[in-house]
């Protein structure tokens, strides 16, 4: 009996949830997004407690904190997207989640190709979904902002060189050189769309920056850091975004120098230094 009576309640809050869920989309207070490919366990009890889904998400963040000191990141992934999807408004899970797609799964990978696949995963996380979710937080921003300017732009990473090599292909096929022409932009509306849509490039900040710094090459990453960093600062409001202005100012100082491509390839039968 007290089995029975213990569905029945977990079936009347989910109808309950069902009601209290489109009062939240009318007055845009959703707590998140429909979690895909999820364990049925996972969807039962999100669906069932509704309002309990950030005691879920905690529960799952202890689980992916003992898979992280496991070393086992690769399962940790699909782990860390049911969290972002039951806190899709929390920017310290976005940063946790991509900056472990971007660094520690990325060298799991023994071929460059592969780990520059993980590096892009974890830029377009936050870049097309965390941001997204959470346009105020400069924090984010900030996150975004160092992945370009840290783990491309300089070469703590041994793949940094290919990296470099793969964003400005990218950014060469897309805008046609290292500084697009913005008067021809205007009138491909394709290219405008994919910018947008694939990149998030906003033709009037990348000017407005220009404005301000004068004529960019953006097919280097630092110049996207730059971007990035920007954007965090435009969208702060009373915020705090000192990391922002920070990276914005070490990635100025990057794009004086020549880009760092690493020590040059030793010649066949050379001494390797001490």
């Known amino acids: 009996?007290?089995?029975?009576?213990?569905?029945?309640?977990?079936?009347?809050?989910?109808?309950?949830?069902?009601?209290?869920?489109?009062?939240?989309?009318?007055?845009?207070?959703?707590?998140?997004?429909?979690?895909?490919?999820?364990?049925?366990?996972?969807?039962?009890?999100?669906?069932?407690?509704?309002?309990?889904?950030?005691?879920?998400?905690d529960l799952l963040w202890l689980r992916a904190t003992d898979l992280q000191d496991e070393g086992r990141y690769v399962e940790l992934v699909q782990l860390a997207d049911w969290i972002t999807k039951l806190e899709p408004h929390s920017a310290e899970i976005w940063a946790f989640h991509a900056w472990n797609l971007a660094y520690n799964v990325s060298v799991m990978m023994p071929d460059d190709e592969d780990r520059w696949r993980w590096v892009k995963n974890g830029i377009r996380l936050l870049r097309n979904e965390g941001v997204a979710h959470n346009p105020g937080e400069p924090e984010l921003y900030a996150e975004l902002a160092w992945l370009f300017m840290h783990k491309i732009g300089k070469s703590a990473d041994q793949a940094h060189a290919f990296y470099k090599q793969k964003w400005a292909e990218e950014m060469t096929g897309l805008l046609g050189g290292p500084r697009p022409d913005y008067d021809r932009l205007a009138s491909e509306s394709d290219t405008l769309l994919r910018m947008r849509k694939e990149y998030a490039?906003?033709?009037?900040?990348?000017?407005?920056?220009?404005?301000?710094?004068?004529?960019?090459?953006?097919?280097?990453?630092?110049?996207?850091?730059?971007?990035?960093a920007h954007c965090g600062r435009r969208h702060a409001g009373n915020k705090p975004?000192?990391?922002?202005?920070?990276?914005?100012?070490?990635?100025?100082?990057?794009?004086?120098k020549p880009p760092d491509m690493g020590p040059p390839p030793l010649e066949p039968g050379a001494e390797i230094p001490r």
């Open 1 to 57: 009996m007290l089995v029975a009576a213990a569905l029945a309640c977990l079936w009347l809050a989910g109808r309950q949830n069902t009601a209290l869920a489109r009062e939240r989309a009318r007055g845009r207070a959703v707590a998140g997004e429909e979690l895909e490919n999820a364990p049925p366990v996972i969807v039962f009890t999100t669906v069932a407690l509704g309002g309990f889904r950030g005691l879920i998400a």
């Open 201 to 228: 490039l906003i033709p009037g900040i990348m000017k407005e920056i220009e404005a301000a710094h004068g004529p960019l090459d953006w097919t280097r990453p630092e110049t996207h850091a730059l971007y990035w």
């Open 241 to 256: 975004a000192r990391l922002c202005d920070m990276i914005a100012r070490q990635s100025l100082q990057m794009l004086a």
